[in-house]
């Protein structure tokens, strides 16, 4: 796998922890232990594979990809039916572009893990993982880290935290003596 394909991963396996751990705040108790423990574990294994410079558990990584898109859509399915109130907490726009982000994790795993089966079955070696040139690197990076920030930024924005943090309305750097505002 391309040190940059590697790259972009853990970026999305950042990002999309970042997510799941936004919407801890706002999700009922049992909701929110399960969104932790899928935030943290994301979280380790993004920072895990840029320390490492390689693939870590593939198989792993893409059953923790494809588990909570499985597990949004299970509790969002029952909770239609039964309590308004876990939907209205779990909000669509963050779990839907953390969705994006671990299809994308998901996919690319599941090619390299395609493609290695084929590679053992022909016994052909390949330089699939060979180094890219510094400037197509770093170019890949920042393509990488652009579009991972384009699609966690605005989910974080909308959970519940990322109202906590800067309350919509009051990006001014002017200060409003109290009483006068709206």
């Known amino acids: 796998m ?3 394909i590697r790259n972009w991963l853990a970026f999305a396996a950042i ?7 936004a919407l801890v705040v706002s999700s009922p108790l049992a909701v929110g232990v399960v969104l932790a423990i899928i935030g943290l574990a994301e ?4 920072v895990a594979m840029m ?3 390689r693939l870590l558990l593939p198989r792993v990584a893409l059953a923790g990809a494809v588990i909570p898109i499985i597990l949004w859509s299970a509790v969002l399915l029952v909770a239609v039916e039964s309590d308004a109130t876990v939907v209205s907490s779990l909000r669509f726009l963050p779990l839907s572009l953390a969705a994006v982000l671990e299809i994308f994790v998901a996919g690319a795993i599941a090619i390299h893990i395609r493609r290695s089966f084929v590679a053992d079955a022909s016994t052909k070696s390949t330089d699939a993982a060979a180094n890219p040139p510094a400037g197509r690197y770093l170019l890949g990076l920042l ?3 652009i579009a991972v920030a ?7 924005a909308a959970t519940q935290a990322g109202d906590y943090a800067v309350p919509h309305g009051e990006h001014s750097i002017f200060q409003q003596e109290e009483g006068h505002g709206h």
């Open 2 to 4: 391309s040190p940059i």
């Open 15 to 21: 990002g999309t922890a970042l997510i799941h751990l």
């Open 43 to 46: 979280l380790v294994w993004g």
């Open 51 to 53: 320390a490492s410079g």
């Open 143 to 145: 393509v990488g880290s």
């Open 150 to 156: 384009s699609l966690t930024t605005p989910a974080l």
